[in-house]
C-alpha cells in the first residue's frame, strides 16, 4: 500500500490526550482493560515503540508489548506524549519507513503491516479516549481504510471478551456506516458505549 499521513491524526490524539484532567484519569474506556489513564500511558508507550519500529532501531521498545498502566505516567506526560506522537509520525514519513521487514512487540514484521497497526492503534484508541474523556474525535480517512486493513487480518468474533482484554470480539456493521464506526467496531468496541 502507498505510505499514510499520520500527522493530522497524531496531532489531534496528541491535544486529546493533553485535555485530559487529573480527575479523568480513573475513568473506565471502551477499551476493557485500560481505565482513561492507562489507555494515556499506553498511547505514550505505543509512541515510543512504533516510532522505533519505523526507524527499524530494534532495542527494548520494539521488544514488549507492555499493557498500560496510569501509574507509570511520568511528570509532563501531557507535553511529552504530543510530542512523541509527532515524532512517531515524522518517522513513518521517513524514506524506507514503510519497506522491508522491521520488528514490533517482540517480533519481526513486514513494516507496511506495522504500519497499519499503528494506523489502527491511533484511529482506535483515539476513539476510546475520545468516549472515555467526553471529547470529539475524527480521523482521516485514509488512516481509517489502513486500520480497516489491519483489523481484516486480525480481527475474529470469535476474539476473547472480558475485563482484561483490550481488542474484544469484532461487530459487524453495515457497509454504509461511518468508516469510524465501522472501524471502532470491527476493533470489539461498543458502539453505544458510555462511561456515564
Known amino acids: 500500500m502507498d505510505t499514510v499521513d499520520l500527522e493530522p491524526a497524531a496531532r489531534r490524539l496528541g491535544e486529546l490526550v493533553a485535555r485530559v484532567p487529573d ?4 475513568q473506565p474506556s471502551p477499551c476493557p482493560a485500560y481505565t482513561a489513564g492507562d489507555l494515556v500511558q499506553h498511547i505514550g508507550t505505543l509512541a515510543r515503540a512504533f516510532t522505533a519500529a519505523a526507524r527499524k532501531a530494534g532495542g527494548p521498545l520494539v521488544e514488549g508489548a507492555q499493557p498500560g498502566d496510569a501509574a507509570l505516567l511520568e511528570p509532563g506526560w501531557r507535553e511529552q506524549i504530543p510530542s512523541d ?6 518517522a513513518w514519513q521517513e524514506p524506507g519507513a514503510w519497506t522491508g521487514m522491521t520488528r514490533i512487540a517482540g517480533m519481526d514484521a513486514p513494516a507496511e503491516m506495522v504500519g497499519v497497526t499503528v494506523s489502527d492503534e491511533i ?11 467526553g ?22 468474533p470469535d476474539a476473547p471478551a472480558g475485563p482484561e482484554v483490550a481488542f474484544g470480539p469484532s461487530r459487524a456493521l ?9 472501524v471502532v467496531a470491527r476493533a470489539g468496541r461498543d458502539l453505544d458505549w458510555s462511561a456515564r
Do not use: C, K, N, Y
Request: aromatic share 8%; glycine share 4%.
Open 85 to 90: 506522537l509527532l515524532t512517531l509520525a515524522a
Open 135 to 156: 471529547q470529539p474525535w475524527q480521523v482521516e480517512p485514509e488512516i481509517l481504510a489502513a486500520a480497516m486493513q489491519f483489523l481484516d487480518v486480525f480481527a475474529s
Open 23 to 26: 480527575d479523568q484519569l480513573a
Open 123 to 133: 484511529a482506535v484508541h483515539g476513539w476510546d479516549l475520545a468516549q472515555a474523556t
Open 174 to 182: 453495515p457497509g454504509d456506516a461511518p468508516l469510524l464506526d465501522r
